[in-house]
């Protein structure tokens, strides 16, 4: 008989090996079993469980082991539901639901680039609710709450350093717009950290301002944190202000404690090492004005913000953000393809790799909201993260493209893990996966090459600190190396220091903190102000907009601004801003300008009641306020005063055959040069249109015409346009396009163009595409690294361009005496011509400056034990090319060694030099290359070449004698042994 014993916890079979169960197991099986045939069952502390055969001992077996089996999975299962619920997916879910039970209202991420002049990138939640704060614009819900992405760029040294710094970074946030206040954000804080989120409440510390006496007593009677684990702070740990003067209040934030067993007698919230700061709550209730007193804000907000990165640490336990799920698998791919091992690297390899995993997160959203690799602005800031990626890639060993090709980049591989991970963030960046990895690619590729560069500039410094009695490299040319070309200093040193050369770090350093202040002043700062826009505001409602269906209607005017002040009563002559209660002008708003028109009222017939308002430009402000811009060219206008609004309606059809044709042409470009071409901005005029797009390179000519000819071709197919007012979600589901740069409501304007194009827009549109009549396109050009730009016409401008074109067209005919069709070969024939006797001039002025050589060899002189001949002479007005043919003339023609330098001014403004310098010369140590750069930079210029010939140049042609003399005494001391005598 074979025996089964079941214990508290290890379940043993006799005739098999230990199979070690969970109590639930033991449970389930002695259920099991006793509802069987077996005997001998005792009810002792240990249970025997006597089989009847020895048959079924394998059925038995069987059992046993489906049974564990089974317990096992139910084991993992309930690990992975643990795991899933503090992944950084579930925590955004999690986060956001929980406000959304609270009457929150769900709002998506703004772009990484704001909609707002004062601002560089997205740095906060709370940006995209900046009007709002600022009473600019109506609330549209009460209370809100997003997942914001975020870019900072000013502490970018300490990323990978430091357990916490990101670029990109993702800010949970909620907001209230003047619904609650204190005590339900902290209440429901406290309630989100450790009933949602499961965070025991003895390891929360928690601080306040030192004199918000409101907070600190919710905190501690309601909420009852312990007093010792509450701490009052200044003003500069935990008061908010926008800027100098604006919204501003206390702040009150929650800190995790790692080590809660140090106890709370002298615990410091800035100990990284014990604390990290994941929650903070800002009370906007006080604006500060400009003698630094605050006054009670009319409405007081809420604005709050947990780092997600920060959390995710905390609750998937790991020692740093970079090693959560967020972050980690980027690091783990660049790991692999470097052939390292990231749990077995030292603290230097895991920096770079923590550099790695945060810039890639940060430049694939950057390029996937449109901003392109560029030296300017936003642009410069996605080259330089792309550039430490790779430099710092090639520092821990990735070659090539990782995976095996030596000529690859790979960045594009490590996007793919990105873009993996963006589902949850932002579901558009996995649509542009074709468009960031091919930017990343041209970058990648386009920097080695910088790199390789810069090892030679590198390499030319250490030669010239070599010259030095003590030889350093300065901590400026460090500096260079390090943000143009992307050298880390520290390889810089190492490299220097092979060579005997060291580096001056104090000086790096100082150029460092530099830039470092130049980019915290100018992108790490929300301005807000609350000027006297809100007073302006009351009681004016929004404009209605009646401009779709009319182009006139009678308005009251409701208010007038001069010089930005509120005035009731302006006289003939007045610059004038006047707000309407309804109109028919557009203001401007996506890339669409502002109607022109008039406002005019004829009184009763009196020539003294009449009163025009010429309108030159209408803009939306404080929300939905149309404001009209003009000048009041006759009579007078007051508050309350009924005029008849009435729009430009030949501009207008101008602005409307532009805007339309501005959606063909994007689809027409999405069809010629791919889907993945995206808007990067748009300006729709009276005269003519302009886009710009994501590309990497120029349209060739025949993509121009495939182009033009598909929007020619459904400009004639004469489609009528079917606009309609959409939920947004449904019109993103239905395909269509937003604007680049417009902010949408849950409502939205459709427009569409029935199997062409369909996009949400504000503009006013044509009916029918026939009303645009023809388009071409007038230039294409590059603006910045992957901007391109398009400017076309349309209708009467389409007609007037062609028309001027054709009037240029047939006075070169009359000029040329040929047909339209026979210009270009008279135009080439004319070129060649002229190239022909171009090349003839430049014969004749090196013949005549070789003549004026021959005479000057007799002005040379003789010196050294060699005798050497050295001639140094100004030629005049000699051009580049013939003072380079006089140089090779007197070097061929007298004996070697010589030393030659000419110079001339050929241009007004400008200085050429020359030096030619023998074998023998060369031999003594004196390079033609150096020794003349050095001369023209009396001259206000520079130059170089080989070490035995030339050529320089210099915008200071008064400084040339002066130069020449200077080339004369140091080539005589370096080559004169004894006397110099006279040829």
């Given at each position: 008989?074979?025996?089964?014993?079941?214990?508290?916890?290890?379940?043993l079979c006799a005739s098999s090996s230990h199979r070690r169960s969970s109590p639930a197991t033991i449970s389930c099986l002695r259920s099991y079993l006793l509802g069987c045939s077996c005997i001998n069952v005792s009810t002792n502390q240990r249970e025997y469980l006597r089989l009847p055969r020895r048959s079924n001992l394998r059925i038995w077996k069987s059992s046993v082991n489906c049974m564990a089996s089974a317990s096992v999975t139910r084991e993992k299962e309930d690990r992975n539901e643990k795991e899933n619920l503090v992944s950084g997916d579930a925590i955004r879910r999690r986060f956001l639901d929980f406000f959304a039970s609270q009457g929150h209202k769900i709002l998506p991420s703004s772009s990484l680039v704001p909609d707002d002049p004062t601002v560089f990138l997205t740095i906060a939640g709370m940006l995209q609710f900046k009007p709002i704060f600022l009473g600019k614009e109506p609330r549209k819900v009460a209370c809100a709450t997003t997942s914001q992405k975020c870019m900072r760029?000013?502490?970018?040294?300490?990323?990978?350093?430091?357990?916490?710094?990101?670029?990109?970074?993702?800010?949970?946030?909620?907001?209230?717009?003047?619904?609650?206040?204190?005590?339900?954000?902290?209440?429901?804080?406290?309630?989100?950290?450790?009933?949602?989120?499961?965070?025991?409440?003895?390891?929360?510390?928690?601080?306040?301002?030192?004199?918000?006496?409101?907070?600190?007593?919710?905190?501690?009677?309601?909420?009852?944190?312990?007093?010792?684990?509450?701490?009052?702070?200044?003003?500069?740990?935990?008061?908010?202000?926008?800027?100098?003067?604006?919204?501003?209040?206390?702040?009150?934030?929650?800190?995790?404690?790692?080590?809660?067993?140090?106890?709370?007698?002298?615990?410091?919230?800035?100990?990284?090492?014990?604390?990290?700061?994941?929650?903070?709550?800002?009370?906007?209730?006080?604006?500060?004005?400009?003698?630094?007193?605050?006054?009670?804000?009319?409405?007081?907000?809420?604005?709050?913000?947990?780092?997600?990165?920060?959390?995710?640490?905390?609750?998937?336990?790991?020692?740093?953000?970079?090693?959560?799920?967020?972050?980690?698998?980027?690091?783990?791919?660049?790991?692999?393809?470097?052939?390292?091992?990231?749990?077995?690297?030292?603290?230097?390899?895991?920096?770079?790799?923590?550099?790695?995993?945060?810039?890639?997160?940060?430049?694939?959203?950057?390029?996937?909201?449109?901003?392109?690799?560029?030296?300017?602005?936003?642009?410069?800031?996605?080259?330089?993260?792309?550039?430490?990626?790779?430099?710092?890639?090639?520092?821990?060993?990735?070659?090539?493209?990782?995976?095996?090709?030596?000529?690859?980049?790979?960045?594009?591989?490590?996007?793919?893990?990105?873009?993996?991970?963006?589902?949850?963030?932002?579901?558009?960046?996995?649509?542009?996966?074709?468009?960031?990895?091919?930017?990343?690619?041209?970058?990648?590729?386009?920097?080695?090459?910088?790199?390789?560069?810069?090892?030679?500039?590198?390499?030319?410094?250490?030669?010239?600190?070599?010259?030095?009695?003590?030889?350093?490299?300065?901590?400026?040319?460090?500096?260079?190396?390090?943000?143009?070309?992307?050298?880390?200093?520290?390889?810089?040193?190492?490299?220097?220091?092979?060579?005997?050369?060291?580096?001056?770090?104090?000086?790096?350093?100082?150029?460092?903190?530099?830039?470092?202040?130049?980019?915290?002043?100018?992108?790490?700062?929300?301005?807000?102000?609350?000027?006297?826009?809100?007073?302006?505001?009351?009681?004016?409602?929004d404009t209605e907009f009646l401009g779709y269906d009319s182009l006139s209607v009678r308005a009251v005017v409701k208010g007038i601004l001069v010089n930005g002040n509120p005035v009731k009563h302006v006289s003939e002559g007045t610059e004038v801003e006047v707000l309407l209660d309804r109109t028919p002008f557009y203001a401007e708003s996506g890339g669409q300008i502002g109607d022109n028109g008039l406002l005019y009222s004829l009184g009763d017939g009196n020539e003294k009641s009449k009163t025009v308002v010429e309108i030159n430009d209408v803009q939306k402000s404080l929300g939905n306020i149309f404001v009209h811009k003009g000048m009041l060219k006759e009579g007078s206008l007051e508050v309350g005063k009924e005029i008849d609004a009435s729009v430009d309606a030949k501009l207008r059809l101008r602005a409307k055959v532009h805007h339309t044709a501005t959606h063909l042409l994007q689809s027409a470009l999405k069809a010629v040069t791919g889907p993945e071409t995206s808007q990067a901005g748009s300006?729709?005029?009276?005269?003519?249109?302009?886009?710009?797009?994501?590309?990497?390179?120029?349209?060739?000519?025949?993509?121009?015409?495939?182009?033009?000819?598909?929007?020619?071709?459904?400009?004639?197919?004469?489609?009528?346009?079917?606009?309609?007012?959409?939920?947004?979600?449904?019109?993103?589901?239905?395909?269509?396009?937003?604007?680049?740069?417009?902010?949408?409501?849950?409502?939205?304007?459709?427009?569409?163009?029935?199997?062409?194009?369909?996009?949400?827009?504000?503009?006013?549109?044509?009916?029918?595409?026939?009303?645009?009549?023809?388009?071409?396109?007038?230039?294409?050009?590059?603006?910045?690294?992957?901007?391109?730009?398009?400017?076309?016409?349309?209708?009467?401008?389409?007609?007037?361009?062609?028309?001027?074109?054709?009037?240029?067209?047939?006075?070169?005919?009359?000029?040329?005496?040929?047909?339209?069709?026979?210009?270009?070969?008279?135009?080439?024939?004319?070129?060649?011509?002229?190239?022909?006797?171009?090349?003839?001039?430049?014969?004749?002025?090196?013949?005549?400056?070789?003549?004026?050589?021959?005479?000057?060899?007799?002005?040379?002189?003789?010196?050294?034990?060699?005798?050497?001949?050295?001639?140094?002479?100004?030629?005049?007005?000699?051009?580049?090319?013939?003072?380079?043919?006089?140089?090779?003339?007197?070097?061929?023609?007298?004996?070697?060694?010589?030393?030659?330098?000419?110079?001339?001014?050929?241009?007004?403004?400008?200085?050429?030099?020359?030096?030619?310098?023998?074998?023998?010369?060369?031999?003594?140590?004196?390079?033609?290359?150096?020794?003349?750069?050095?001369?023209?930079?009396?001259?206000?210029?520079?130059?170089?070449?080989?070490?035995?010939?030339?050529?320089?140049?210099?915008?200071?042609?008064?400084?040339?004698?002066?130069?020449?003399?200077?080339?004369?005494?140091?080539?005589?001391?370096?080559?004169?042994?004894?006397?110099?005598?006279?040829?």
């Amino acid at each position: 008989m074979e025996i089964l014993k079941l214990q508290n916890l290890p379940l043993l079979c006799a005739s098999s090996s230990h199979r070690r169960s969970s109590p639930a197991t033991i449970s389930c099986l002695r259920s099991y079993l006793l509802g069987c045939s077996c005997i001998n069952v005792s009810t002792n502390q240990r249970e025997y469980l006597r089989l009847p055969r020895r048959s079924n001992l394998r059925i038995w077996k069987s059992s046993v082991n489906c049974m564990a089996s089974a317990s096992v999975t139910r084991e993992k299962e309930d690990r992975n539901e643990k795991e899933n619920l503090v992944s950084g997916d579930a925590i955004r879910r999690r986060f956001l639901d929980f406000f959304a039970s609270q009457g929150h209202k769900i709002l998506p991420s703004s772009s990484l680039v704001p909609d707002d002049p004062t601002v560089f990138l997205t740095i906060a939640g709370m940006l995209q609710f900046k009007p709002i704060f600022l009473g600019k614009e109506p609330r549209k819900v009460a209370c809100a709450t997003t997942s914001q992405k975020c870019m900072r760029t000013n502490d970018i040294e300490n990323v990978g350093r430091t357990a916490r710094h990101h670029t990109f970074f993702e800010m949970l946030g909620n907001f209230s717009f003047g619904d609650y206040f204190k005590k339900e954000a902290i209440l429901w804080a406290w309630e989100l950290t450790t009933k949602e989120f499961g965070l025991p409440p003895e390891k929360l510390w928690i601080s306040v301002f030192q004199d918000d006496d409101e907070a600190f007593s919710i905190w501690r009677n309601e909420v009852g944190v312990p007093e010792e684990r509450i701490k009052r702070m200044g003003e500069e740990d935990n008061f908010w202000n926008s800027g100098v003067t604006g919204p501003c209040g206390p702040c009150s934030e929650m800190y995790y404690d790692f080590h809660p067993e140090r106890g709370s007698s002298d615990a410091d919230l800035g100990d990284d090492s014990r604390f990290i700061e994941f929650y903070n709550l800002v009370f906007m209730q006080y604006n500060k004005k400009e003698d630094g007193s605050l006054e009670p804000l009319k409405q007081k907000n809420i604005d709050t913000g947990m780092g997600l990165e920060r959390m995710a640490q905390i609750l998937q336990n790991v020692p740093n953000n970079y090693e959560t799920d967020l972050i980690f698998p980027i690091i783990e791919k660049a790991a692999h393809m470097a052939s390292i091992s990231y749990s077995k690297a030292d603290d230097t390899t895991k920096t770079n790799l923590k550099v790695i995993g945060d810039h890639m997160r940060a430049v694939v959203y950057l390029i996937s909201d449109g901003v392109m690799p560029s030296n300017i602005g936003r642009g410069y800031v996605v080259r330089r993260l792309i550039r430490r990626v790779v430099r710092t890639g090639r520092l821990i060993g990735i070659r090539g493209d990782g995976l095996g090709s030596p000529d690859g980049a790979f960045t594009p591989v490590l996007a793919e893990t990105v873009i993996a991970l963006s589902t949850e963030i932002d579901p558009d960046v996995s649509l542009r996966k074709t468009a960031i990895v091919e930017e990343l690619k041209r970058e990648e590729l386009r920097f080695v090459q910088t790199l390789e560069r810069g090892e030679k500039l590198l390499d030319q410094f250490l030669v010239d600190a070599l010259t030095q009695e003590k030889p350093c490299l300065s901590g400026k040319d460090a500096f260079l190396l390090y943000d143009t070309y992307g050298f880390p200093v520290e390889i810089t040193a190492e490299i220097a220091s092979e060579r005997g050369v060291t580096v001056n770090m104090k000086e790096f350093e100082v150029e460092m903190n530099n830039q470092r202040k130049q980019s915290q002043a100018a992108h790490n700062v929300v301005k807000l102000s609350v000027g006297n826009e809100m007073e302006i505001a009351e009681g004016i409602p929004d404009t209605e907009f009646l401009g779709y269906d009319s182009l006139s209607v009678r308005a009251v005017v409701k208010g007038i601004l001069v010089n930005g002040n509120p005035v009731k009563h302006v006289s003939e002559g007045t610059e004038v801003e006047v707000l309407l209660d309804r109109t028919p002008f557009y203001a401007e708003s996506g890339g669409q300008i502002g109607d022109n028109g008039l406002l005019y009222s004829l009184g009763d017939g009196n020539e003294k009641s009449k009163t025009v308002v010429e309108i030159n430009d209408v803009q939306k402000s404080l929300g939905n306020i149309f404001v009209h811009k003009g000048m009041l060219k006759e009579g007078s206008l007051e508050v309350g005063k009924e005029i008849d609004a009435s729009v430009d309606a030949k501009l207008r059809l101008r602005a409307k055959v532009h805007h339309t044709a501005t959606h063909l042409l994007q689809s027409a470009l999405k069809a010629v040069t791919g889907p993945e071409t995206s808007q990067a901005g748009s300006l729709v005029s009276f005269d003519r249109l302009r886009f710009d797009f994501n590309f990497h390179r120029p349209l060739t000519d025949d993509e121009i015409t495939e182009i033009e000819a598909l929007v020619n071709c459904w400009i004639s197919e004469a489609a009528d346009l079917d606009t309609k007012v959409m939920v947004l979600a449904d019109a993103k589901k239905a395909g269509a396009i937003a604007m680049f740069g417009e902010k949408y409501g849950e409502q939205v304007r459709v427009v569409e163009v029935p199997g062409v194009s369909m996009e949400l827009c504000g503009g006013t549109h044509v009916g029918n595409t026939c009303e645009i009549r023809g388009f071409k396109i007038i230039s294409e050009q590059g603006i910045a690294s992957g901007i391109r730009r398009i400017e076309a016409v349309a209708g009467d401008a389409f007609i007037e361009y062609i028309t001027s074109r054709d009037s240029y067209m047939r006075q070169l005919c009359t000029m040329l005496k040929v047909k339209a069709e026979n210009v270009n070969a008279r135009v080439e024939s004319v070129l060649e011509e002229l190239r022909a006797t171009r090349n003839e001039v430049s014969s004749l002025k090196s013949k005549i400056a070789v003549l004026r050589a021959s005479n000057v060899a007799s002005k040379g002189l003789v010196v050294g034990q060699n005798n050497i001949r050295v001639v140094v002479e100004n030629m005049d007005d000699t051009d580049t090319d013939a003072l380079r043919s006089a140089a090779e003339f007197l070097t061929e023609s007298l004996q070697d060694p010589v030393a030659i330098v000419l110079g001339s001014i050929p241009d007004e403004g400008k200085v050429s030099l020359v030096a030619s310098f023998s074998p023998e010369v060369v031999k003594m140590g004196i390079q033609a290359g150096k020794f003349i750069g050095n001369i023209a930079k009396l001259c206000g210029g520079g130059g170089g070449g080989k070490p035995n010939f030339a050529q320089a140049g210099g915008r200071k042609p008064e400084n040339l004698s002066m130069a020449l003399e200077r080339a004369k005494e140091e080539l005589l001391t370096a080559l004169s042994s004894d006397a110099v005598r006279s040829n």
